[in-house]
């Protein structure tokens, strides 16, 4: 190899380090370049974070600004109607003071002009004094009277109510034997059960008729279903077109559906026949 030939072998080699290290250098910038844009990248969108935080941030206070804005305007509303009124009740009361202090004026002459009344009306007032307090006396014995005359009336309602209650239960009571006698076939009118209880035996009051004649013994259609009792005394009629009284009988035997009597008081002599009627009462009902 020549000497020409070294010297560009050694030519080549130089130029081959220095792009050899240019390369590096390319190379190692390259790559930091690229860092550095990530780095901006993420720093850029963290700011447009922030800067959309800090943009809601002052769209909240700007609405709460302007509530507190409107409140302010409202409540400024409020007080100046409540200061439109104080002022209107001020000129009121300014009014009312002004015609309170004519009638006080007013007043103050009208108390003078009654002291001077009073004080001339202090005899008349002693004189009404005593007459009051006898008055007084008299309304006090009054009132003890009337409080005695209450508690007797008291008294007699109580009596009068005890009197209505045991007459409600006698009347209660009568009606019950009333009852009970009219079951049993006994006559329910006192004066009959007077006679009852003086032994006078009494008939009730019913109708009957003579169903056979035997001598002086006769047999009629009622017996002791209807209330006939040995003992009692009915009146013998014949009724038709010429109504005839025959006489009395006393019943003898009694059974449930009939019984026996006897003649006691033929009247005139007539016989009784079969047909006639028989009552408890002087004249029959048909």
């Known amino acids: 190899m020549t000497f020409v030939g070294k010297i560009l072998v050694i030519v080549i080699l130089a130029f081959a380090l220095f792009f050899l290290a240019l390369s590096t250098v390319v190379f190692t910038a390259s790559t930091n370049w690229r860092d550095a844009y990530g780095e901006v990248t993420t720093s850029r969108d963290e700011l447009q974070q922030q800067l959309n935080t800090a943009k809601n ?111 409600e239960d006698l009347r209660t009571a009568l009606a019950d034997y009333q009852n009970y006698l009219e079951s049993r076939g006994l006559p329910a009118d006192r004066d009959l059960v007077r006679q009852a209880a003086q032994g006078v035996v009494v008939s009730p009051d019913i109708e009957g008729r ?25 009146f013998i009629f014949r009724t038709g077109d010429s109504p005839q009284y025959i006489g009395k009988l006393k019943v003898t035997l009694t059974e449930a559906d009939k019984s026996v009597a006897r003649v006691i008081e033929p009247y005139l002599g007539r016989k009784v026949t079969e047909g006639d009627s028989v009552a408890g009462k002087i004249q029959p009902r048909s």
Do not use: H, P
Request: proline share 0%; aromatic share 4%; hydrophobic share 35%.
């Open 210 to 234: 003579v169903l056979r004649v035997a001598n002086d013994y006769i047999e009629i259609s009622i017996g002791e279903d209807d209330g006939v009792r040995a003992g009692q005394e009915y």
């Open 57 to 167: 941030d002052l769209a909240a206070q700007k609405a709460a600004l302007d509530k507190e804005v409107a409140d302010r305007d409202a409540r400024i509303g409020q007080l100046t109607a409540q200061a439109t009124d104080l002022n209107n009740q001020i000129g009121t009361l300014q009014a009312d003071v002004t015609s309170l202090r004519t009638q006080v004026e007013e007043a103050q002459r009208t108390t003078q002009t009654q002291v001077q009344l009073a004080q001339a009306a202090t005899g008349e007032a002693t004189q009404l004094r005593e007459q009051f307090q006898a008055a007084q006396q008299v309304a006090n014995d009054y009132a003890a009277q009337q409080s005695q005359l209450n508690e007797q009336i008291f008294n007699l309602e109580r009596q009068l109510d005890t009197a209505t209650r045991n007459n």
